[in-house]
């Protein structure tokens, strides 16, 4: 089973790549949250993407846009950075994003989007890979997004079975999934565009194989995903967003490997990311922001740890901070794993 680092925006930037790297492990792919096809890369997003701040991890850029033009552009400029790999978003819910038809938006419109996949993949000379919901506002539009998708030369379809209405809430839709994993068992058409550019053979070859589908959703423990391979075992890969922000060993977990001093592990995770922050944001208030971020999901990783963070939230300096930091890690039980 290969696990994947899913992309969060505002969180799973290099520093925190970095601590999962460094302390657990055992994930075989990140992505870079989602970076908007533009003219040229932020300093902001350059410095995500530099080798030297990613040594080790084996990470793919994803990217954000519309029009397959300017995704080309950025593909070439990524491929001059070193990368390989691309990642496109079409899951993103966020209504600013959606009001521009990218991420999710696009899906609401299946023509602009077989155009759009038809651009890239015509001509991308690297393996592209699509990471989507299953529709905007009703499940009767997924069969027919499924059928444009199979049509590319995916290289991995990494499916979020929700609507982006639904945001995070309710249930992901397993049917949906079904759905896509038994036509990628039966699909044979060619596909719209030769896989050539990426395998570097000219042969005409069924869009996506069923070991190309890779689950995202609510994978919160190693349970979770036994059920997952239970019903569905030739998905080989699994992206966690969530689950491993909230047990940054589950990857582990998942591929039972034995993790030594597990508390000793989390403090150093916090603590690689904590001095991240602090050099990288210019006041308390960011590196505040963002830790509380991490920790709405860190701390699940402890028992009953409500009241202590409730209060490491409404902490106003660092000295505060830390003191509820250490109470977490010395006073409180690890949860189950
Ligand atoms: C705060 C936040 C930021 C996210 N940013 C991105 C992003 O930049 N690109 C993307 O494809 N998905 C993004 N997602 C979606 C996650 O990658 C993932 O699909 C989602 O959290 C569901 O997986 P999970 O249940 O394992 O967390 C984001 C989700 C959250 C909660």
Redesign the pocket.
């Known amino acids: 089973m290969q696990i994947y680092l899913?992309?969060?925006?505002?969180?799973t930037g290099y520093i925190v790549r970095n601590a999962f790297f460094h302390h657990f492990g055992q994930i075989d792919k990140y992505?870079t949250?989602?970076i908007p096809a533009a003219k040229r890369f932020s300093r902001k997003i350059l410095r995500d993407l530099d080798p030297a701040n990613n040594a080790g991890i084996r990470l793919v850029p994803?990217l954000i846009s519309n029009r397959s033009e300017e995704v080309l552009i950025m593909i070439g400029k990524l491929k001059d950075l070193g990368f390989g790999e691309i990642n496109l978003?079409l899951?993103?819910p966020s209504g600013t994003v959606i009001s521009k038809s990218r991420g999710s938006g696009l899906l609401r419109d299946p023509q602009a989007l077989d155009r759009f996949l038809y651009g890239i993949y015509e001509k991308a000379d690297v393996p592209v890979s699509v990471?989507t919901r299953i529709g905007f506002d009703s499940l009767e539009e997924w069969p027919e997004i499924l059928e444009i998708f199979l049509k590319y030369p995916i290289s991995e379809l990494i499916i979020?079975p929700r609507l982006r209405r639904e945001m995070?809430t309710g249930y992901p839709h397993l049917e949906a999934y079904q759905l896509a994993y038994d036509r990628c068992n039966t699909v044979a058409e060619p596909s719209a565009v030769s896989r050539n550019q990426n395998s570097g053979s000219d042969q005409k070859t069924p869009g996506i194989s069923p070991a190309s589908l890779v689950y995202?959703?609510?994978?919160w423990d190693s349970a979770c995903c036994r059920t997952l391979l239970k019903r569905f075992p030739e998905t080989g890969t699994v992206?966690?967003?969530?689950?491993l922000l909230a047990r940054p060993d589950l990857a582990c977990t998942i591929k039972q490997i034995p993790v030594e001093d597990l508390r000793g592990k989390l403090r150093r995770f916090h603590d690689e990311i904590y001095d991240g922050y602090l050099e990288t944001f210019t006041g308390d208030k960011d590196v505040f922001m963002h830790m509380k971020e991490i920790w709405a999901n860190l701390g699940k990783s402890f028992h009953g740890s409500d009241r202590l963070l409730k209060k490491l939230m409404k902490s106003q300096s660092a000295s505060e901070y830390r003191i509820f930091v250490d109470q977490i890690f010395e006073t409180l039980e690890l949860s189950e794993r």
């Open positions: 899913a992309p969060m925006e505002g969180i992505f949250p989602f994803q978003n899951g993103c990471k979020h995070y995202n959703g609510d994978l992206m966690i967003g969530r689950g």
